[in-house]
């Protein structure tokens, strides 16, 4: 019977937070737990060391130990992941802004439960002023909410308008958390309908989209909003603009998003995930308005600035800086249309993929695989293109945005013909064709293409270059389509066609056509 254990080691959270952990992070957990009276023997450090010795979990293992019994397994997970935590709070690698503030109102908080308003108080205004210098608006209305409980049981008479003071900042901060919430509830509900549905396919759902944008994008004056509010706003401008396909906005929105962490280069350190979406969604907007000089130039001052360690490094931002330069360097590739040259990234690509496995999300993962597989298009090597593409089209497991699905599957349909797999396209054609039809995704770059491709088994082979010739001519007409045109962001078709009508390698068309703006 298979067992159930192995086919968790994905998902068990205890399991994924130990295989996390670096060195120096096991090492103080054992010096933490040493330092418990009794602990050194703890059932918890037991289950502790199995963990970090396995490599795949597996229930079996733990109860073989004799260390726990089943039925108390459960609490025991719970119990380890606990003081996990807790010693990963003491580390001073996670000693960030936030925590330090959130310490501050904890120790504030003892203090006032044991009477000592004074000093509470006093640890109180020393956190909010950190809270306000860092943007941490939320921590700072929690701080004066506990302001206003404790100057109602301790009078401050040495300041008169204490009350009005605190009132007047409640009220501020509370306005300005309201919407920061409001405009960040607007960008993950515009990214969330990127994610899944892609860009937008025709008028009414462009009309959706932007009456969805101005219904619910709140009032602001812009010169009282500060760098959290701006942060959001622009997140939702770039959704936006990425979801209508109108990629000059994403770029002006993506550089305005980048620009408020360089305006203000301590914030970096604070919110370093931020800063690198930022960077990323700056690099794929030059992408897609293909403005190769600026894009070159963005990814080496990014890749500098890794290198400087100007970001700060721990687990999360390691995995983010391990997905973007590499994407972007795919890109790079691909706008210059040196496939060959990029074949490199591939072996760094897997490995890290093996390394984050327990971390890193199918989305991201199968973007990476249609890059790969985009990569060997470009170079020839269809065969090693459909066995990326088999990664996102075969597991059920893997979910991905419709659009990645469809033009996985558009693309897997040119590679099969071009390797002569005869045999496999009429089942290739049914299977895209259901699949299409199933999404209510069949766009008209798609519809023609699929049928056009279908009709080449007909026709004789001193006819296929006019058939080719007739194939993009009519794909050529929704190059620049406001809705079509997404087609081509996914999968260079026409150069594809031109390759077949000139005899020449797909590679060296896009080469070719990149001298126009690379020079």
């Known amino acids: 019977m298979k067992s159930t254990t192995s086919s968790n080691n994905q998902n068990d959270s205890l399991f994924v937070l130990v295989k996390s952990l670096t060195k120096s992070e096991k090492r103080q957990f054992n010096l933490y737990v040493g330092r418990l009276d009794g602990n050194t023997e703890a059932k918890f450090l037991s289950l502790f060391k199995i963990l970090d010795k396995m490599k795949v979990y597996d229930e079996r293992v733990i109860l073989k130990s004799g260390i726990v019994a089943k039925q108390q397994l459960s609490n025991l997970k719970a119990h380890l992941y606990k003081q996990l935590l807790i010693s990963l709070r003491l580390n001073p690698a996670h000693q960030n802004i936030r925590v330090q503030i959130r310490e501050q109102l904890d120790f504030a908080t003892v203090l006032y439960q044991k009477g000592l308003y004074k000093q509470s108080l006093k640890l109180l205004d020393k956190a909010k002023a950190m809270a306000l210098d860092n943007d941490e608006k939320n921590i700072a209305y929690e701080i004066v909410e506990l302001e206003k409980v404790i100057e109602t049981q301790y009078i401050t008479r040495s300041i008169s308008t204490r009350a009005d003071e605190l009132f007047e900042q409640s009220k501020r901060l509370s306005l300005q958390n309201v919407i920061t919430s409001k405009l960040s509830n607007l960008s993950l509900q515009l990214y969330s309908v990127l994610l899944k549905i892609g860009y937008v396919r025709n008028d009414n759902e462009l009309k959706q989209i932007n009456e ?47 620009n408020l962490f360089k305006e203000n280069p301590r914030i970096i350190s604070l919110h370093p995930v931020f800063y690198l979406k930022g960077k990323n969604y700056l690099l794929e907007s030059l992408f897609f308005i293909k403005h190769y000089h600026k894009f070159k130039e963005e990814l080496l001052n990014f890749e500098e600035e890794i290198q400087r360690k100007n970001i700060p490094l721990n687990s999360n931002t390691e995995m983010l800086i391990f997905q973007y330069v590499n994407a972007n360097k795919l890109h790079l590739h691909f706008l210059e249309g040196t496939f060959k040259e990029g074949e490199y990234l591939v072996d760094e690509i897997e490995q890290k993929i093996t390394l984050y496995k327990n971390r890193l999300d ?47 599957r558009v693309l897997n349909l040119i590679a099969h013909y071009e390797c002569g797999l005869d045999y496999h396209l009429e089942h290739q054609f049914k299977d895209t064709y259901k699949f299409l039809l199933k999404m209510e995704n069949l766009q008209a770059v798609q519809k023609e293409f699929i049928v056009s491709i279908r009709a080449l088994s007909d026709v ?44 020449k390698p797909v590679g060296e068309i896009i080469r070719k056509k990149a001298e126009k703006f690379i020079s």
């Open 460 to 503: 004789y082979p001193h006819q296929i270059k006019k058939e080719f010739k007739k194939i993009h001519a009519r794909l050529q007409k929704f190059e620049n389509h406001p809705y079509e045109k997404r087609a081509f962001l996914y999968l260079d078709i026409l150069s594809w066609l031109e390759s077949k009508i000139e005899n």
């Open 212 to 258: 969805y944008f101005v219904k619910r994008l709140p009032e602001y004056e812009y010169d009282s909003l500060g760098l959290r509010e701006k942060l959001w706003l622009y997140k939702a401008h770039l959704w936006r603009s990425f979801l209508t396909q109108d990629f000059l906005q994403s770029y002006k929105y993506a550089n305005k998003w980048v």
């Open 362 to 408: 199918n989305h991201h993962i199968v973007v990476l695989y249609y890059k790969i597989a985009c990569l060997y298009f470009g170079m020839g090597e269809y065969k090693k293109c459909i066995v990326y593409l088999a990664k996102i089209i075969n597991p059920k497991t893997v979910k991905s945005g419709e659009d990645l699905q469809c033009f996985a």
